[in-house]
């Protein structure tokens, strides 16, 4: 889906059109450039990304920015397009779990030459552009920090007269919250909470909890009887009636808009931190966040802070430093800053934070205590994710899941497959 492209570029065309020439149709600015960005995400996403566009480019004679919001699946496949085309974005939206992989295969162009004569990212320190920095190159900014979480619909649970999730709560004791949950809304199409086995994230900090992690040293850090846990976790607790049915939990596109908590089909939901303030705006109830649960009370959460995205240059620009001063005002702006709040996570820059914290409404504040409340529970951020991580989790982790939910297999055979087909997927 392409977000108001057309009346964007519109809107700017006559300045353009009007300071691109001189006397004699001589351009009068050698510098002109138009920049392609491309995300993934949102309504609200979008309409911040291009307000914050529409600002730098009246604060940039020259510069027209044309903006491109894609949802789900939809921007991976537009991504690979672009790469075989050798024509990708000149910025584009990557994760942790995708950086490495793009950045391997040749989608994103090394940024260390812009640092720091244009990109200023010294006052994020030195651990946060390790985040996105990928055999020893920085390959990407961190546009906030973030980390997983629990949401749930607090209107539920008082009408259930169950008591609300907090960071001690175990995985035992969630799965007789969402059983009970289910049982209290009287709805056929209501449930406690979502199909997590089609989570990589949420494994990921599951075996985090038990010292494992999804990758390590560049292969699976996990085995059959790891994944076999998790996948029996999930089909029990499915057949207790405490998940969502198959048919509406393959329709998460791991897009706020396709969440079953999003749509009001489960009173709990797992997502990425910063996402709270999407999922409130089409919520109807109010929503609160706290901590995934955790194995056993008193141990690992499972958490690390993480870039909750990122703004990559593609490899085939022929604007290199224009992206570069693009993505700069979009993480170091405090107008910018203000525009995009923590929708994004919560900024890098200190003076950007400090900037927006006085206009933050409460569920934007929420996100940023919940940031905060993790900083002495996290665990250090994993090593970047190996080449073939993205088709794990699109092509093996969530159609293995799905067939499991609609019980064309079983837990020991999903087990077995995901790790005899990852092992041929992940590549170091």
């Not at 480019?57 to 510069?63: E, I, L, N, R, W």
């Not at 649960?293 to 430093?321: C, D, F, M, Q």
């Not at 079983?410 to 990852?422: K, N």
């Amino acid at each position: 889906m392409q977000i108001n492209r057309r009346s964007f570029l519109m809107g700017t065309a006559g300045v353009t059109a009007g300071l691109a020439f001189g006397a004699g149709g001589v351009p009068a600015f050698a510098a002109d450039a138009q920049l392609r960005a491309m995300w993934w995400g949102s309504n609200d996403r979008a309409k911040r990304t291009l307000d914050v566009a529409k600002l730098y480019q009246d604060k940039t004679p020259g510069v027209t920015i044309v903006g491109e919001s894609m949802s789900g699946d939809g921007y991976w496949t537009k991504l690979a397009t672009q790469m075989a085309g050798r024509a990708i974005a000149d910025v584009f939206q990557l994760e942790p779990g995708t950086i490495s992989d793009y950045s391997k295969r040749g989608a994103c162009l090394a940024l260390d030459e812009f640092v720091p004569s244009t990109l200023k990212v010294d006052a994020f320190g030195k651990d946060m552009l390790k985040l996105t920095t990928v055999d020893g190159k920085l390959y990407g900014v961190g546009l906030g920090l973030n980390s997983f979480a629990l949401f749930f619909d607090q209107a539920a649970f008082e009408k259930a007269g169950l008591p609300l999730p907090t960071t001690d709560l175990t995985w035992d004791e969630y799965a007789k919250l969402a059983v009970e949950l289910t049982k209290a809304s009287g709805k056929d199409n209501y449930w406690g909470g979502p199909y997590g086995a089609r989570y990589t994230y949420v494994f990921d900090a599951w075996l985090r909890q038990r010292g494992k992690s999804l990758y390590a040293d560049g292969k699976l850090g996990f085995g059959v009887d790891d994944a076999k846990e998790w996948y029996s976790f999930w089909e029990d607790l499915r057949k207790k009636g405490g998940t969502v049915g198959a048919d509406v939990q393959t329709l998460d596109q791991n897009t706020i808009d396709t969440n079953a908590l999003a749509l009001g089909k489960s009173a709990m939901g797992m997502a990425y931190s910063n996402q709270l303030v999407g999922y409130q705006l089409i919520s109807k109830n109010k929503l609160a966040i706290t901590t995934l649960p955790r194995e056993k009370k008193g141990g690992p959460s499972g958490h690390y802070y993480r870039p909750a995205l990122i703004w990559s240059v593609g490899a085939t620009t022929k604007n290199g430093e224009a992206a570069a001063k693009f993505i700069d005002f979009f993480v170091n702006s405090p107008d910018a800053g203000k525009i995009l709040g923590v929708e994004r996570g919560v900024p890098m820059s200190p003076a950007v934070r400090e900037a927006i914290l006085p206009a933050l409404n409460p569920t934007e504040q929420a996100t940023v205590q919940y940031v905060n409340l993790l900083k002495d529970q996290v665990g250090d951020y994993p090593a970047p994710a190996p080449l073939g991580s993205t088709e794990f989790d699109q092509r093996l982790f969530r159609p293995i899941a799905d067939e499991l939910a609609f019980e064309r297999t079983t837990p020991a055979e999903a087990a077995q497959r995901l790790v005899d087909e990852g092992k041929a997927t992940i590549r170091s």
